[in-house]
């Protein structure tokens, strides 16, 4: 797993496994930095088949310093098994913000930053990080 921030925009890539503990935690701290003192949360997500454990998740959205309630989330993935852990981890059972994910194909990344309301600039950052990205979870 890795991560980094374009703008608003917080991306996060992850491999083929899903994220450990330490990585989890090390993830979450960045994203309390990355959100605080903001409105909303604006993420991408793109997996080639890792997915975070339902505690994890849980630890995720109901963080209270975390403005998930206020958010557009698109997961990026060609994983039938990533879309439907998205799919059943939005319902509105199991999730305080359902209905704020958006799944897209891996062809349709720019689509995904369009969705996130990313600027032309932000947009071509944000592909370039995701490559950064892909190259850091594919080495370890």
Known sequence: ??????????????GHLAPSDKEWNRYLDAVMAHYRGRSRAR????????????AQWQRLVTHPEIPFHKGKYCV???STFVR???Q????????????????????QLLEALREL????????????????????????
């Not at 797993?1 to 992850?14: C, I, L, R």
């Not at 993420?43 to 339902?54: E, H, N, R």
């Not at 059943?88 to 062809?107: E, H, T, V």
């Open 1 to 14: 797993m890795a991560f980094g921030a374009v703008g608003e925009v917080f991306v996060v890539v992850h």
């Open 43 to 54: 993420a991408l997500i793109v997996t080639q088949g890792g997915a975070p454990s339902p």
């Open 76 to 78: 990026v993935t060609d």
């Open 84 to 86: 439907g852990v998205v």
């Open 88 to 107: 059943g981890m939005d319902a509105p059972a199991l999730n305080p913000i359902s209905g704020q994910y958006q799944l897209f194909k891996r062809g």
């Open 117 to 140: 309301d990313a600027s032309p600039g932000e947009q071509r950052a944000a592909i370039a990080l995701v490559a950064q990205l892909e190259k850091t979870v594919g080495e370890r």
